[in-house]
T-cell receptor, first 115, second 110 residues
């Protein structure tokens, strides 16, 4: 069964450093998403991406964040200068279509720890 | 704005007990409703969904009915197992993004 994959599973970085979180969505999916979950809190939407551009972004997704689909398979989230409060689990998701009833398939997540 | 409210956890039950996790939502329009489950150390998995009023989603013995009149989507299971121990997230999707509740941690004791 096709699945969304994410690398690395755990990333430790120093405050102020840049990190890139990588995702490989399901191959025939057209819509891509990033969510994050701060430890013990709810999952929050960050950004959605379709046709090589951002469709929607939340207040969390400020200028420090960017997303890219550099080739036909990867979808990346970059944080330019990490802060302590960026420590969280980051989930990538993809869906075939952008309709409300379409399932978004989630990856296993990358745990980001900022020291 | 759009939101999802679900009962606080943790919820601790004995094996074979009846489970209810309450969930209510506020949304514009007619969102699709979901329950996601997160097992320890794993990502989010879709447990069940309902896309319109009075639809019942079901999977692995879990059920939830889309109640438009009460804006609710309560999760139920008649007889829980130890393997059901996880965090359960109620969610809705009206457009592009999914809005999640805070999650309810469920502990099932053997």
């Amino acid at each position: 069964e096709p699945e969304v994959t994410q690398t690395p599973s755990h990333q430790v970085t120093q405050m102020g450093q840049e990190v890139i979180l990588r995702c490989v969505p399901i191959s025939n999916h057209l819509y891509f998403y990033w969510y994050r979950q701060i430890l013990g809190q709810k999952v929050e939407f960050l950004v959605s991406f379709y046709n090589n551009e951002i469709s929607e972004k939340s207040e969390i997704f400020d200028d420090q964040f960017s997303v890219e689909r550099p080739d036909g398979s990867n979808f990346t989230l970059k944080i330019r200068s990490t802060k302590l409060e960026d420590s969280a689990m980051y989930f990538c998701a993809s869906s075939e279509l952008g309709l409300a009833y379409n399932e978004q398939f989630f990856g296993p997540g990358t745990r980001l720890t900022v020291l | 704005g759009d939101s999802v409210t679900q009962m606080e956890g943790p919820v601790t039950l004995s094996e074979e007990a009846f489970l209810t996790i309450n969930c209510t939502y506020t949304a514009t329009g007619y969102p699709s409703l979901f329950w996601y489950v997160q097992y320890p150390g794993e990502g989010l998995q879709l447990l069940l969904k309902a896309t319109k009023a009075d639809d019942k989603g079901s999977n692995k013995g879990f059920e939830a009915t889309y109640r438009k009149e009460t804006t609710s989507f309560h999760l139920e299971k008649g007889s829980v197992q130890v393997s059901d121990s996880a965090v359960y997230f109620c969610a809705h999707r009206g457009d592009d993004k999914i809005i999640f509740g805070k999650g309810t941690r469920l502990h099932i004791l053997p």
